[in-house]
T-cell receptor, first 111, second 114 residues
Framework: GENVEQHPSTLSVQEGDSAVIKCTYSDSASNYFPWYKQELGKRPQLIIDIRSNVGEKKDQRIAVTLNKTAKHFSLHITETQPEDSAVYFCAAPGGGNKLTFGTGTQLKVEL | NAGVTQTPKFRVLKTGQSMTLLCAQDMNHEYMYWYRQDPGMGLRLIHYSVGEGTTAKGEVPDGYNVSRLKKQNFLLGLESAAPSQTSVYFC?????????????FGQGTRLTVV
């Protein structure tokens, strides 16, 4: 099955700085890589995803990059704001109908 | 359009007691899932369903049972609760396979087994 590793587990940045979260996956057949954001006490929600036929995707201050050869993908948040503070999860298909999640990154944006 | 709704939101059980968590979705999704979330371990799949009347085991199925008698509902049962089942449980649904589509999550159920 798929193995997804996510780093770092915690990340603290100053408001306005950039934040980068990295994930690696094991199944070379995986072709869909979503990122979910979970605010404190709330449900996870999809913020961006990328498919294997593209190397980068942007949505305002959020971008995701994919390196299929190295089997890793990253979430980039620019000009961080306090409302970006949350837990972020990467995920990759785990075979069949399964989605394997990373262990999460607690991002704290400090004023 | 309520999306995915879980019942209850909080529950405290004694060891050995049983309970059922209910997940309901109004998006006509075929696929439904139950995850548990523990600190430092992310979201782990317990069981899932690819359509009405079907169920399948996920990553951590032991101690849980599920049923999908109606397309819109997915029930998670604990027959004899154990402290190791203390966790936050999330239900999710999707229109297609999660290999290429968004999962919509419920608000979560915080379960404590004492």
């Amino acid at each position: 099955g798929e193995n997804v590793e996510q780093h770092p587990s915690t990340l603290s940045v100053q408001e306005g700085d950039s934040a980068v979260i990295k994930c690696t996956y094991s199944d070379s057949a995986s072709n869909y890589f979503p990122w979910y954001k979970q605010e404190l006490g709330k449900r996870p929600q999809l913020i961006i995803d990328i498919r294997s036929n593209v190397g980068e995707k942007k949505d305002q201050r959020i971008a995701v990059t994919l390196n299929k050869t190295a089997k890793h993908f990253s979430l980039h948040i620019t000009e961080t704001q306090p409302e970006d503070s949350a837990v972020y999860f990467c995920a990759a298909p785990g075979g069949g109908n399964k989605l394997t999640f990373g262990t999460g990154t607690q991002l704290k944006v400090e004023l | 359009n309520a999306g995915v709704t879980q019942t209850p939101k909080f529950r405290v059980l004694k060891t050995g007691q049983s309970m059922t968590l209910l997940c309901a979705q109004d998006m006509n999704h075929e696929y439904m899932y139950w995850y548990r979330q523990d600190p430092g371990m992310g979201l782990r799949l317990i069981h899932y369903s690819v359509g009405e009347g079907t169920t399948a085991k996920g990553e951590v199925p032991d101690g849980y049972n599920v049923s999908r008698l109606k397309k819109q509902n997915f029930l998670l049962g604990l027959e004899s609760a154990a402290p190791s089942q203390t966790s936050v449980y999330f239900c999710a649904s999707s229109y297609r396979q999660l290999m290429n589509t968004e999962a919509f999550f419920g608000q979560g159920t915080r379960l404590t087994v004492v």
